[in-house]
């Protein structure tokens, strides 16, 4: 925090601001990170500037670690080990002794010593120095029209508001810092919802609907991220309005109206990326000539199946809670209350050598999308072996991630090798219009309006339906990249729901909730959606209970409710703002 001033070099190298290294002259010029202000306060370096806004998305620094020096993962823009290890979608995987510090942060045993913790408010507060830097360069520009000032301002508040946003999903207690600050020693009890829906309401009526780099965002976008803030808030009236609005009218920064893609894995492949359910993704480049995966999705360097193609690591890997998940009943629909008692057949314990019979009940067809199961297709990397990629069942269980992987047929495109664990070039959702959908499914249910959001859910459903977009079996197993059959890799069954199914507000919630799991599995957003729904002790109970009957990282684990749904604040930013006796910042409850 109070490096919160500090200018970021990495945007003005992004803009080519500091050019002529090659020049003799360039011995003469300022230091790096010392440029003078005219340089910066300029049309050129506002837009720098801002590139640098952008760039803090994915929390990286520039080389293969988070911003501070912890590891790329530990301030990871899709919150893998926080909203998704945590939730329940998945282990920490690899082994038990492997990067312990995820242990107490999936066991709920973590306190303000973690140093993870500290990368990703580090990383959060980087971009929001970036994003303040970009206001104050714009107001002090002198060659930049009233109008582009204000395109450049839009943007840097809808990106502040996102890195408070995710602050506020995690810590919930934290300091604001903005434009005008001066001293920044600040303390962390005032609410900052204000803040986050003043920065969303400006972009929202500043920015324009299209940009010419489809990477910016446009004012849609902006429409959803407060939209969502309500929703958090419990705004349910001032959210269904805007959704609505989102849901209708919206277009992705290039123009396309909002829609659920045909093929629900276009949207976690980089052929196919800012399609058009894209609503706001970080922008990730494979080989871009740095020689680093520093832009190509390092954060999930680890999340590759072990001992396989992909050399490295064995994280993140689904629990058999969230494949069960994906049971569905005769009748196409998933089992609300006791999927765990309808369990997916897996191969735990089980060797790659040994015979193993394949699950033939109903499945709903994300499951293969979502887990790397044994003898189903791996995407074009052939049918995934079972433990031979599991460094360690015993405490890791047997599935592998997926939505992170790319293609082999385009590994030399979008996957990159250029360090000790791969990269690719696969965007980072962080809303895609499937998640707005059922956030404006969530409010129609609250509110006790309509069809309760079945409509939407439905609309969901239908698309997950597309026989188009099932997993097929290879024609040549031992050939993955010739080509699949006719025949689906399983037996799926998937339906919307009935008309009239959503027969009162507490039956819609619970539907809507179990949606979401299943449609935005291992996409971070679990811990934060049981959180602020009221049922993560419940929830992860039910989790704790089956998984940790046969998986040893989480056996034992609890969830202490007014404690456990926010992140404790990091110790070393309580003793950064400490006079020697008091500090400004005040620990969350219960730690």
């Known amino acids: 925090m109070k490096n919160i001033q500090r200018l970021s070099v990495y945007a003005l190298i992004a803009a080519g601001i500091i050019q002529g290294s090659c020049k003799k002259s360039y011995l003469q010029q300022p230091v790096l990170g010392a440029l003078p202000s005219a340089a910066i306060n300029t049309a050129a370096g506002v837009d720098g500037l801002l590139i640098g806004a952008y760039s803090a998305l994915d929390g990286q620094q520039g080389t293969n670690a988070a911003f501070g020096g912890g590891g790329p993962w530990e301030a990871a823009a899709d919150n893998w080990i926080y909203g998704a290890v945590a939730g329940g979608d998945a282990h920490k995987g690899s082994s038990g002794t492997d990067q312990p510090a995820i242990n107490s942060i999936a066991r709920f045993t973590v306190d303000a010593s973690n140093g993870f913790l500290n990368s990703k408010w580090r990383a959060d507060y980087e971009g929001i120095t970036r994003c303040n830097n970009v206001i104050k360069a714009s107001a002090a520009a002198t060659d930049m029209t009233a109008a582009a000032k204000t395109q450049a301002v839009a943007q840097a508040r809808f990106l502040r508001g996102h890195y408070y946003f995710d602050l506020k999903k995690m810590f919930n207690n934290v ?60 705004k349910y009236t001032d959210a269904d309005g805007l959704f609505t609005t989102v849901i209708t009218t919206g277009k992705n920064s290039a123009g396309v109206a909002y829609d659920l893609t045909a093929n629900y894995f276009d949207n976690f492949n980089a052929a196919t990326k800012n399609n058009k359910e894209t609503v706001f993704a970080v922008q990730q480049a494979a080989n871009d000539g740095t020689n680093t995966i520093s832009e190509a999705n390092n954060g999930d360097m680890l999340n590759y199946p072990y001992n396989s193609p992909f050399g490295c690591c064995g994280f993140f890997q689904p629990t058999l809670d969230l494949a069960n998940s994906f049971r569905t009943d005769a009748g196409g629909l998933p089992y609300l209350d006791d999927y765990n008692s309808h369990p997916v057949a897996n191969d735990q314990g089980i060797a790659s050598t040994a ?78 219009f499937a998640d707005v959908l059922l956030m404006a499914a969530e409010v129609k249910a609250q509110l006790g309006s309509g069809d309760l959001g079945e409509a939407y859910v439905n609309r969901v459903r239908t698309r997950a339906s597309n026989p188009a977009g099932f997993v097929y079996t290879y024609k040549n197993p031992a050939s993955p990249m010739g080509g699949y059959t006719t025949t689906p890799a399983a037996n799926y069954i998937i339906k919307a729901y009935p008309a009239g199914y959503f027969s009162g507000k507490t039956l819609a919630l ?15 957003h679990r811990f934060f959606d049981i959180s602020r729904w009221g049922i993560a002790q419940q929830a992860l109970a039910t989790y704790f209970n089956f998984d940790g009957k046969v998986i040893t990282d989480v056996s034992g684990a609890s969830f202490t409710p007014n404690k456990n749904e926010y992140y404790p604040i990091p110790q070393a930013q309580i003793d950064l703002e400490s006079n020697g006796t008091t500090s400004a910042l005040k620990q969350n409850q219960g730690y």
Do not use: C
């Open 510 to 524: 619970k539907a809507i909730y179990f949606e979401r799991k299943l449609e935005l599995a291992m996409e971070g």
């Open 175 to 234: 300091p604001y810092v903005d434009e005008s600050t001066t001293n920044f020693v600040q303390p962390n009890t005032a609410d900052i919802w204000p803040k986050i829906e003043d920065d969303f309401k400006f972009a929202y009526a500043n920015l324009p609907e299209t940009q010419a780099q489809v990477g910016r965002v446009n004012k849609w976008a902006a429409a959803a991220y407060l939209a969502k803030a309500y929703l958090y808030e419990k």
């Open 355 to 432: 015979a193993f019979t394949l699950d033939a009940g109903n499945l709903d067809p994300r499951l293969d999308w979502t887990v790397g199961r044994r003898g189903i297709p791996f995407l074009d990397w052939g049918n995934h072996p079972g433990q031979g990629w599991i460094r360690e069942q015993s405490s890791a269980g047997p599935y592998s991630a997926k939505k992170n992987v790319y293609f082999q047929a385009t590994k030399g495109t979008y996957g990159d090798a250029h360090s000790w664990a791969p990269g690719n070039a696969n965007q980072i959702n962080i809303i895609r």
